[in-house]
């Protein structure tokens, strides 16, 4: 009852918050600094007059900086000014630079860029992208039955890729070459290929590294607690050298696929990188661990997005 009473109430209370500017002056009381975590922009769940108008609202109320401002803060121990917001974008997604670069260079908001350097150098989808679209271009019953054959504890297409992530890195890789089997007449749509390609190399290069920072989002985008020792190297260590050597720029900063990691990891992470993201609906507060830094998912409504930077875990 309680619950519903909230649920019912909460999108009223955060277009008031938005509108009357009480959610933006909450937050700058509160203090911290920010980091917020998008995808894809100008798809069908976020469309661009909607990106547009969060930043609109993120530009009028705080400073839009470099994510480096916030690092530096945290390494100095330095709390900033309460204003701090960095944007941050995952995966390296082409909608990325033919939708979201030009608005971002005409208001001159520095923004970084989580590139999967593996999958650029294929030319593949993320592995999660590549699987879903392909399990949900088959039927209901095609799907359990399929769950049935994989012995995945699943009983539709979506459940199948939750099961994967689930599983130990190698035999992932080999249930989706089975869904590439089994799907082999699948034909990516232009909103398919819109919503899920990455930039190309030249697309990356293209990109004005006085306002995109490049970070690293791993070579594959796996689960990385479920890889190998070995493949940690890989993962971790050689996507930033293979970033380095096709964009020869400097990359400083790796984020977590799917915000997930443990103690090995964030160990080898720490060797590698001068910072790392995470995914935690928090703000960034000194004595916040470099490695493991909070985001926040900047939700595509302006108003939810202005009451998440006061109430992270809205
Ligand atoms: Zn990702």
Not at 27 to 43: F, K
Not at 45 to 60: E, H, K
Not at 131 to 136: G, Q, V
Not at 280 to 293: E, F, Q
């Amino acid at each position: 009852m309680v619950m519903s009473l909230k649920r019912a109430i909460s999108p009223h209370l955060h277009r008031v918050g938005f509108a009357t500017g009480i959610s933006a002056m909450m937050a700058r009381r509160q203090g911290g600094m920010r980091i917020l975590m998008y995808h894809g922009v100008g798809t069908n769940d976020f469309p661009t007059q909607t990106f547009v108008a969060g930043l609109r609202f993120l530009r009028r109320k705080f400073d839009i900086v470099p994510l480096s401002v916030i690092v530096k803060n945290v390494l100095a121990g330095d709390p900033g000014t309460g204003r701090e917001v960095a944007l941050t974008f995952d995966d390296g997604l082409r909608n990325n630079l033919t939708v979201l670069y030009p608005i971002l260079q005409r208001v001159e908001a520095p923004a970084t860029f989580f590139v999967v350097p593996g999958l650029v150098e294929r030319r593949e989808w993320l592995w999660t992208h590549d699987a879903r679209t392909r399990l949900t271009s088959l039927s209901d019953v095609d799907c359990y039955v399929f769950a049935g054959e994989l012995h995945a504890d699943a009983s539709d297409c979506l459940g199948i890729v939750d099961w994967m992530k689930t599983l130990p890195n190698k035999q992932r890789v080999e249930v989706h070459q089975r869904i590439r089997e089994r799907t082999k007449s699948f034909v990516a749509t232009p909103a398919h290929h819109h919503e899920l390609d990455l930039m190309a190399w030249d697309e990356l290069n293209s990109l004005d590294p006085r306002l995109i920072t490049i970070g690293s989002h791993s070579m594959n985008h796996p689960i990385l607690s479920m890889i190998s020792e070995d493949e940690i190297q890989t993962e971790i260590l050689d996507s930033r050298r293979l970033l380095e050597e096709r964009l020869q720029r400097p990359v400083e900063y790796f984020c977590y696929p799917n915000g997930d990691y443990d103690e090995k990891i964030v160990n080898a992470v720490r060797k590698t990188y001068t910072a790392a993201m995470a995914v935690k609906s928090k703000t960034v507060a000194i004595g916040d661990d470099p490695h493991c830094l909070p985001r926040v998912s900047a939700a595509t409504q302006p108003d939810l997005l202005a009451w998440r930077l006061h109430r992270p875990t809205a």
